[in-house]
């Protein structure tokens, strides 16, 4: 399972590098600028029930010292493992300097590399416990996640297009122009079964080029945010992902388009898209982009266009890239 972590910096360039270097590693990161920020983050996790394995947090912020907020981080969040960052380790005083190498303490400058070494390190020598109450919780809701495939040159991709449509457990099989050749969405009752039919079930399929499995999950929004949201119409948390509405494609041509959002405004571009006219769905995923939206128009020059004016000038919003769907069983 994708390991959370908390990104505690003043300098906005380390947070955007460290945060895009992390999630290529694998590592779902949410950056906060100071320690108020950060401490707000963690009262939401604490109200939507969401572990946190890892924090990071720089020892000289403008607001909260570091030491000081990484001791009331602890007094939350128990289990959770603490790396301190500090360029100024030379200033610190002996116990100060001990009690962070006894959590974990790394120097600026790193890479991400160095970074994740000394998160598997902590984690190995501190496991977690598992809270069984909120991990039933939560799993007893239908999960899901998207696969997005490329096919290789010379399979027979009709064939593996009909395996996966009527595979157990998939939900949405699409065939798309562009460098994916197909999108997949796949449900369960658990997470650890859906990744078992991606890992089982799709991942070593004949004609496969390469895949990634993008688990689908909600973004930690403020209470007010929801509140819009849930005030025009869209449930976010009794719907299952992606099925918000139905899809008619006698009436529509449809797009996937991926999105990828400085994780820092997140908070302002997801609402918007969740509220966007011709936005069938936006689903929070992790990966290169970190939000799939599924966009129709009554021709694909509509969705050019709201793409356009509507997605790609978004404050926060770095890539777009667009997967018009191809109906295979018409072709």
């Known amino acids: 399972m994708q390991k959370r972590i908390l990104l505690i910096d003043d300098e906005a360039s380390l947070r955007r590098s460290l945060s895009l270097g992390l999630k290529q590693l694998g590592y779902d990161v949410e950056p906060c600028e100071n320690g108020f920020s950060a401490l707000s983050k963690l009262e939401l996790y604490k109200k939507n029930d969401i572990n946190l394995d890892t924090v990071l947090v720089d020892i000289n912020l403008p607001d909260i010292n570091g030491i000081k907020l990484g001791k009331i981080i602890k007094s939350k969040y128990p289990d959770t493992s603490m790396l301190y960052i500090t360029g100024y380790a030379d200033n610190l005083d002996f116990d100060d300097l001990e009690e962070l190498r006894a959590d974990g303490l790394i120097e600026k400058p790193f890479t991400p590399e160095e970074i994740t070494e000394k998160i598997n390190m902590i984690l190995s020598v501190k496991p977690k416990e598992k809270h069984t109450e909120t991990v039933d ?17 010379d399979a027979d991709f009709f064939n593996l297009y009909k395996k996966l449509y009527f595979m157990e457990g998939v939900l949405y099989c699409d ?19 859906c990744h078992k039919i991606f890992e089982n079930e799709i991942k070593n399929l004949d004609g496969i080029k390469s895949s990634q499995y993008l688990p689908v999950g909600i973004p930690v929004l403020d209470e007010s945010i929801k509140e819009i949201i849930n005030a025009a119409g869209i449930t976010m948390f009794e719907d299952m992902p992606g099925m918000s509405k139905e899809r008619d494609s006698k009436k529509a041509v449809y797009s996937y388009v991926l999105v990828d959002v400085d994780r820092e405004k997140l908070e302002h571009v997801y609402p918007v898209l969740r509220l966007t006219e011709n936005v069938l769905y936006c689903d929070f995923t992790n990966g290169s982009y970190n939000l799939i939206l599924m966009v129709y128009g009554s021709q694909f020059s509509e969705i050019d266009k709201t793409i356009e004016k509507k ?3 978004l404050d926060g919003v770095l890539k777009v890239k667009e997967y018009p769907i191809i109906n295979i069983f018409e072709m």
Do not use: M, P, R
């Open 137 to 153: 919780k939560k799993e007893s809701k239908t999960t899901s996640a998207y696969v997005i495939i490329k096919v290789k040159e």
């Open 175 to 193: 065939a798309t122009k562009g460098d994916i050749d197909i999108f997949l969405l796949i449900q369960s009752d658990t997470s650890e079964h």
């Open 311 to 313: 997605i790609i000038n």
